[in-house]
C-alpha cells in the first residue's frame, strides 16, 4: 500500500476519527487507525464499537491496499510532522514508512482482517443545518447524568417527528430541553443517543447551516457530515416520561436579565463555595429578587431588579445547577416560573418555547 497527501488534511482526518479510537481495549486492534485507499482518497476509521467514524481524505494513489496503524502513535507523529507532503508506504508485514520533507517514521502495524466493519444502518432519514444540531446538543448536555447506575440518563433522547425535533436530557436534579423546528421523516422516531458519543459529534460538526443527515435503525444512529460519517450505538432502555413532571402551572412568574442574574450568582458561588452544600437563596420580594449566600467564611447578598406576576417566595438551589442552565442560555430576558419553595423552577423564553430547563431546589433552613 503506497499513497501520498497533504499532511495538514492527513491530520484533520486524523483528529476526526480518533474521537473514536478506543483506550485500553481487550482488542488491541480497536486502538488502531484502518486506512484504506479507495476512489476519493484514502479512507480513515476508527471504532470503539460503541462509536465508529470514518472519513475520505484525498490522496494520491500509488499502490491499493489497507492496514491498521496504531492510533495514538500514528496521530501525534503526524500532528509533529513538519508540512507539506506525506509520502506513506506500508509493506505486507505491515510495516509503515512515512516521509515528510526531511524526516523518516518506521510503524509497526496490524493485520487488517480482524478490524470490524461498521454497522450498516438501514431506517429513517432526514437532514438539518449542522449548527442546529450543535447548537441543541451543547445546550442540553450538561444535564445528562454522570452516575453509571441508570444509564439510560446518561444519554440524551432525541424525539423527532414531521416538523419538529426535540432533544431532552435530565439526571434527577435538574432537565434540560430543546426544540427546533425540522423538515422531519414520515413517521416519529425516539432514540436515546450515549452523552460521550454526542460530546464527540458536536465536536465534528460545523458553525455552518451545511446540512446533516441522519440515519435511525432500532440499534443505531448514522450521521453523515460531508466526507465524514459517524455510527453510534443507540442506549437500550425506556427515558423518563420527562413530559409528565413539565409543571403545566405557575404561582409566581418573573422576568429577569439574564446576565445581571449569572452576575449576581457568580459573585455568591465564591462565598458558596466555602459552604459544602453549595447553596444559593433566592427571595423574591415584589419587583426585586434579592441572591445570597453564606458560609462560616462570610455571606454575600445582591439585590436585582425583576417583573413579577403572583407571589412572593424565598427558594434555594445548588449553585452549579442554576449557573449551568444560565450558560447554556444566550437570551438577554429570560422568565423563572415557580410553585412554592419545593417545586422545581422552570426556565423558559419570554417569547415562544424553543426550550426549557427544569431544576430542583434544595430545602434549606428558613426557606
Same mark, same amino acid.
Given at each position: 500500500?503506497?499513497?501520498?497527501?497533504?499532511?495538514?488534511?492527513?491530520?484533520?482526518?486524523?483528529?476526526? %476519527?480518533?474521537?473514536?479510537?478506543?483506550?485500553?481495549?481487550?482488542?488491541?486492534?480497536?486502538?488502531?487507525?484502518?486506512?484504506?485507499? @479507495?476512489?476519493?482518497?484514502?479512507?480513515?476509521? @476508527?471504532?470503539?464499537?460503541?462509536?465508529?467514524?470514518?472519513?475520505?481524505?484525498?490522496?494520491?494513489?500509488?499502490?491499493?491496499?489497507?492496514?491498521?496503524?496504531?492510533?495514538?502513535?500514528?496521530?501525534?507523529?503526524?500532528? !509533529?510532522?513538519?508540512?507539506?507532503? &506525506?509520502?506513506?508506504?506500508?509493506?505486507?508485514?505491515?510495516?509503515?514508512?512515512?516521509? &515528510? =520533507?526531511?524526516?523518516?517514521?518506521?510503524?509497526?502495524?496490524?493485520?487488517?482482517?480482524?478490524?470490524?466493519?461498521?454497522?450498516?444502518?438501514?431506517?429513517?432519514?432526514?437532514?438539518?443545518?449542522?449548527?442546529?444540531?450543535?447548537?441543541?446538543?451543547?445546550? /442540553?448536555?450538561? =444535564?445528562?447524568?454522570?452516575?453509571?447506575?441508570?444509564?439510560?440518563?446518561?444519554?440524551?433522547?432525541?424525539?423527532?417527528? !414531521?416538523?419538529?425535533?426535540?432533544?431532552?436530557?435530565?439526571?434527577?436534579?435538574?432537565?434540560?430541553?430543546?426544540?427546533?423546528?425540522?423538515?422531519?421523516?414520515?413517521?416519529?422516531?425516539?432514540?436515546?443517543?450515549?452523552? !460521550?458519543?454526542?460530546?464527540?459529534?458536536?465536536?465534528?460538526?460545523?458553525?455552518?447551516?451545511?446540512? %446533516?443527515?441522519?440515519?435511525?435503525?432500532?440499534?443505531?444512529?448514522?450521521?453523515?457530515?460531508?466526507? /465524514?460519517? %459517524?455510527?453510534?450505538?443507540?442506549?437500550?432502555?425506556?427515558?423518563?416520561?420527562?413530559?409528565?413532571?413539565?409543571?403545566?402551572?405557575?404561582?409566581?412568574?418573573? /422576568?429577569?436579565?439574564?446576565?445581571?442574574?449569572?452576575?449576581?450568582?457568580?459573585? =455568591?458561588?465564591?462565598?458558596?463555595?466555602?459552604?459544602?452544600?453549595?447553596?444559593? &437563596?433566592?427571595?423574591?420580594?415584589?419587583?426585586?429578587?434579592? %441572591?445570597?449566600?453564606?458560609?462560616?467564611?462570610?455571606?454575600?447578598?445582591?439585590?436585582?431588579?425583576?417583573? /413579577?406576576?403572583?407571589?412572593?417566595?424565598?427558594?434555594?438551589?445548588?449553585?452549579?445547577?442554576?449557573?449551568?442552565?444560565?450558560?447554556?442560555?444566550?437570551?438577554?430576558?429570560?422568565?423563572?416560573?415557580?410553585?412554592?419553595?419545593?417545586?422545581? &423552577?422552570?426556565? @423558559?423564553?419570554?417569547?415562544?418555547?424553543?426550550?426549557?430547563?427544569?431544576?430542583?431546589?434544595?430545602?434549606?433552613?428558613?426557606?
Amino acid at each position: 500500500m503506497q499513497f501520498s497527501c497533504d499532511t495538514n488534511k492527513l491530520n484533520e482526518g486524523l483528529s476526526i %476519527v480518533s474521537r473514536a479510537l478506543a483506550v485500553r481495549s481487550s482488542k488491541p486492534i480497536l486502538e488502531g487507525v484502518l486506512l484504506e485507499t @479507495c476512489e476519493e482518497g484514502i479512507r480513515l476509521t @476508527c471504532t470503539d464499537m460503541a462509536l465508529g467514524i470514518e472519513t475520505v481524505i484525498p490522496a494520491t494513489i500509488g499502490e491499493e491496499g489497507r492496514a491498521v496503524l496504531p492510533g495514538k502513535l500514528l496521530c501525534e507523529i503526524v500532528r !509533529k510532522l513538519p508540512g507539506g507532503v &506525506c509520502n506513506v508506504s506500508i509493506g505486507g508485514r505491515m510495516q509503515a514508512t512515512l516521509r &515528510c =520533507a526531511s524526516v523518516r517514521t518506521t510503524i509497526s502495524g496490524f493485520d487488517p482482517v480482524e478490524y470490524p466493519e461498521l454497522p450498516q444502518v438501514a431506517g429513517q432519514s432526514f437532514a438539518m443545518p449542522q449548527n442546529t444540531l450543535r447548537d441543541m446538543i451543547g445546550r /442540553t448536555l450538561f =444535564a445528562i447524568a454522570q452516575d453509571e447506575s441508570r444509564p439510560i440518563l446518561t444519554g440524551c433522547l432525541m424525539e423527532i417527528g !414531521k416538523s419538529e425535533m426535540r432533544v431532552v436530557a435530565l439526571d434527577g436534579f435538574r432537565l434540560a430541553l430543546r426544540k427546533e423546528a425540522i423538515e422531519g421523516p414520515q413517521s416519529d422516531i425516539s432514540a436515546v443517543v450515549g452523552g !460521550k458519543v454526542l460530546g464527540d459529534i458536536a465536536k465534528i460538526l460545523s458553525d455552518s447551516d451545511e446540512p %446533516v443527515e441522519l440515519c435511525f435503525s432500532r440499534s443505531h444512529v448514522q450521521m453523515n457530515i460531508g466526507e /465524514t460519517h %459517524v455510527v453510534a450505538r443507540l442506549l437500550e432502555g425506556e427515558f423518563i416520561r420527562y413530559r409528565q413532571i413539565l409543571p403545566e402551572e405557575w404561582q409566581t412568574r418573573v /422576568t429577569i436579565d439574564r446576565s445581571e442574574l449569572s452576575g449576581a450568582i457568580d459573585r =455568591a458561588s465564591l462565598i458558596a463555595r466555602e459552604n459544602k452544600s453549595y447553596l444559593v &437563596c433566592f427571595k423574591l420580594d415584589g419587583e426585586t429578587l434579592c %441572591v445570597t449566600s453564606n458560609s462560616e467564611t462570610g455571606d454575600m447578598e445582591e439585590q436585582i431588579p425583576v417583573t /413579577t406576576e403572583g407571589k412572593d417566595l424565598t427558594i434555594a438551589f445548588n449553585v452549579r445547577y442554576i449557573t449551568d442552565v444560565l450558560r447554556a442560555l444566550s437570551d438577554d430576558q429570560i422568565v423563572m416560573r415557580f410553585n412554592s419553595n419545593v417545586s422545581p &423552577c422552570v426556565v @423558559c423564553p419570554v417569547q415562544g418555547d424553543s426550550y426549557l430547563y427544569l431544576v430542583l431546589p434544595v430545602r434549606a433552613f428558613g426557606t
